[in-house]
């Protein structure tokens, strides 16, 4: 089942912060971010394993709450560079592939 | 160093006529390739995985087909393409399959069916 984000679209000043959040119904193995800017193809940002493990970016933090199915994603003093649409793709047991969500568009102005 | 092609970048073709998209992976053995579709400002809709030559996970039932004749090597096709399949064509790939491993985005395909 595809994972919920929040919010839909955002839009920042630089230096604000922003949280991107996933929710999922099922219970999940990983969590994995990416962004995608206009026109290009999505990179991969970071990934959060089952277990408190995780992998990624210098300066963007991510937390995993595996009771409750969720992640967020956390952008602080955010820069322009920071502009795209995040996907959260979610991972559960064994070899299935991710599910992404619909992602969410941020946008940083100056 | 790992490195992911996709070609052609563009593509305009007619309905009804055939579709071959490539995409090749560098640097790495055995990898999990996907192929993902997506429309003008939406998600990505995953069509087809492999895990393995010749082993093709499809997704998505419809008029789109993929095959894997090398290890580093994905292809997707269509006999006779409609209007919807109008997209961005991303091929992936990743170390591993499922939850365990990142995966790696080629530079994609914008395909247009007038």
């Known amino acids: 089942q595809q994972p919920v984000q929040s919010p839909q679209a955002v839009i920042l000043r630089e230096g604000e912060d922003a949280v991107i959040n996933c929710s999922s119904s099922?219970?999940?193995?990983?969590v994995h971010w990416y962004r995608q800017k206009h026109g290009e193809a999505p990179v991969f940002l970071m990934i959060?394993?089952?277990?408190?493990e995780q992998k990624g970016h210098e300066k963007i933090s991510a937390s995993f709450n595996e009771k409750k199915q969720q992640s967020s994603l956390y952008l602080t003093a955010s820069q322009l560079s920071y502009s795209g649409t995040y996907f959260c793709?979610?991972?559960?047991?064994?070899?299935?592939?991710?599910?992404f969500g619909k992602g969410t568009r941020l946008s940083v102005i100056a | 160093s790992q490195t992911i092609h996709q070609w052609p970048a563009t593509l305009v073709q007619p309905v009804g006529s055939p579709l071959s998209l490539e995409c090749t992976v560098e640097?790495?053995?055995?990898?999990?390739l996907y192929w993902y579709r997506q429309a003008a400002g939406r998600g990505l809709q995953l069509l087809f995985y492999?895990?393995?030559?010749?082993?093709i996970s499809s997704e998505v039932p419809q008029n789109l087909s993929a095959s894997r004749p090398q290890d580093r090597q994905f292809i997707l096709s269509s006999k006779k393409l409609l209007l919807s399949d109008s997209g961005f064509y991303l091929c992936?790939?990743?170390?591993?399959?499922?939850?365990?491993?990142?995966?790696?985005f080629g530079p994609g395909t914008r395909l247009t069916v007038t």
């Open positions: 959060l394993l089952k277990g408190g």
């Open positions: 640097g790495t053995s055995n990898p999990n």
């Open positions: 492999s895990v393995g030559i010749g082993q």
């Open positions: 099922k219970a999940l193995y990983s």
């Open positions: 992936a790939w990743s170390v591993f399959g499922g939850y365990r491993s990142e995966q790696y």
């Open positions: 793709g979610t991972g559960d047991s064994g070899n299935t592939p991710l599910v």
